[in-house]
């Protein structure tokens, strides 16, 4: 057969009838000739016209496609549907009251996050996020600034506490506490329920309880006489100023000392613990119930990558995984049986989410140092590392699959990285 005659019937499509008498292994090879050299001239014609084909002449949110260009026009190697990964707290209403705000991220504003929910706080010095309990157990880092917390155990012990930047708390539900921003400007915080429905809007308040419980009956419980109540909240205070405390230990003392003094500690120090993991990429820190006891159904891994670095990749074989981007600005492809893979841009004030065991990477994108929380509705952080996997195996099995030599199969880290060395 001519070449001639070849081309105008793969011109035509090979799948008709009239070609059916061809021997298969010359149509074969004349297909992929013919594909290939389509494929050549459509990515040539592609690059020559911008890709015409992914053009958009009509209306456009610029700024927000420059933010998410990856979430737009996805790489290549996405395909399939993976479900949302992605939401911003800057996307969500703000509940503003005098003394501070509030806004939340839960399933129901990223419907895949069934097991978490975050709220971001901010209090102005000396305004109290007023005594209350959930029926979630409260997870939180501080942002900003400084605050003092207190919890009451069910023993009648008390536990008081100052935070600042990078310190974590664990509540857990039922147990009332209470939140205070100290000088010299109050703080911000991020709290993340291990509910993916939990509403703020829920809270159970002081203020509330005593407001909606007959006068007689308050009287009768506090031993007081019906007219010392007359000043008592008739509504929710939530979030409210007030004069700030005296100091910790003033505080402290005032309200028994060692003898009502909590024997559980509520409070970790982050920032002040060294890292768990780092490389010349960047480094990680793990707090989870071995070295935060209290903290048993919320985990959480603070990495900070350098720019050009990267999270590993990996996937984690005990629980889904909620993210809190801190600072700069990064990219994330999640991948899902079957052959799915969604990428999604992110940057600081982002929450991201990657389903239970789906294999994931976080690289860093911005020319500053990218900071995110990993958190977890889980007593421990666990992940598996793909580069130890590889490695674990016998290198004929490795050869097997993925066609590598040995040569390039012991150039592949061996250990868990957790961050990629630059």
Not at 109 to 121: F, I, K, Q, R, Y
Not at 284 to 306: E, G
Not at 354 to 373: I, K, R, S, W
Request: proline content about 7%; overall charge negative; glycine content about 8%.
């Amino acid at each position: 057969m001519s070449d001639q005659k070849t081309d105008k019937m793969l011109q035509d499509g090979v799948s008709r009838r009239s070609v059916l008498g061809i021997g298969s292994a010359a149509l074969a090879a004349a297909a992929f000739a013919g594909l290939s050299a389509h494929a050549q001239t459509r990515e040539g014609a592609q690059k020559a016209e911008g890709d015409h084909s992914s053009s958009n002449p009509g209306q456009e949110n610029k700024p927000l496609l420059a933010e998410n260009p990856n979430s737009n026009t996805p790489p290549p190697t996405d395909f399939g549907d993976v479900g949302p990964i992605w939401y911003s707290y800057d996307l969500t209403k703000r509940r503003v009251q005098e003394g501070g705000w509030t806004h939340q991220v839960t399933q129901r504003e990223l419907p895949s996050s069934t097991d978490l929910a975050g709220v971001n706080m901010r209090l102005t010095a000396g305004s109290f996020r007023e005594l209350h309990w959930h029926t979630a157990d409260e997870w939180a880092i501080m942002l900003y600034g400084n605050a003092r917390v207190t919890l009451l155990n069910p023993d009648g012990t008390i536990f008081i506490d100052d935070v600042s930047k990078g310190d974590l708390w664990y509540f857990p539900a039922g147990f009332p506490h209470s939140i205070q921003g100290l000088g010299p400007d109050g703080c911000e915080f991020l709290l993340v329920f291990d509910q993916g429905m939990f509403s703020e809007d829920g809270t159970f308040l002081l203020s509330e309880f005593v407001a909606h419980t007959p006068p007689e009956v308050l009287a009768k419980n506090f031993g007081l006489p019906e007219s010392a109540l007359a000043n008592f909240p008739t509504g929710p205070l939530y979030i409210f100023p007030a004069d700030l405390p005296k100091s910790l230990e003033e505080d402290r003392a005032a309200v028994g000392g060692e003898k009502v003094r909590s024997s559980i500690q509520y409070t970790f120090k982050m920032e002040g613990m060294a890292p768990t993991k780092r490389t010349t990429g960047g480094e990680i820190r793990i707090v989870d119930s071995h070295n935060f006891p209290v903290s048993k159904n919320v985990a959480v891994a603070i990495n900070t990558i350098k720019p050009g670095g990267m999270r590993e990749l990996h996937w984690h074989p005990n629980a889904s995984e909620w993210q809190f981007w801190m600072a700069g600005k990064g990219r994330m492809t999640v991948f899902m049986p079957v052959g799915s893979a969604r990428t999604a841009d992110f940057n600081a004030n982002d929450v991201g989410f990657v389903p239970f065991n789906a294999g994931h990477y976080v690289e860093n994108t911005g020319d500053t140092d990218l900071v995110f929380l990993e958190l977890f509705k889980a007593s421990e952080v666990l992940d598996v590392s793909l580069n130890q996997w590889i490695r674990r195996l016998p290198p004929e099995m490795v050869h097997s699959h993925l066609k590598l030599d040995k040569n390039a199969i012991q150039t592949i880290p061996a250990e868990k990285l957790e961050i990629v060395p630059r």
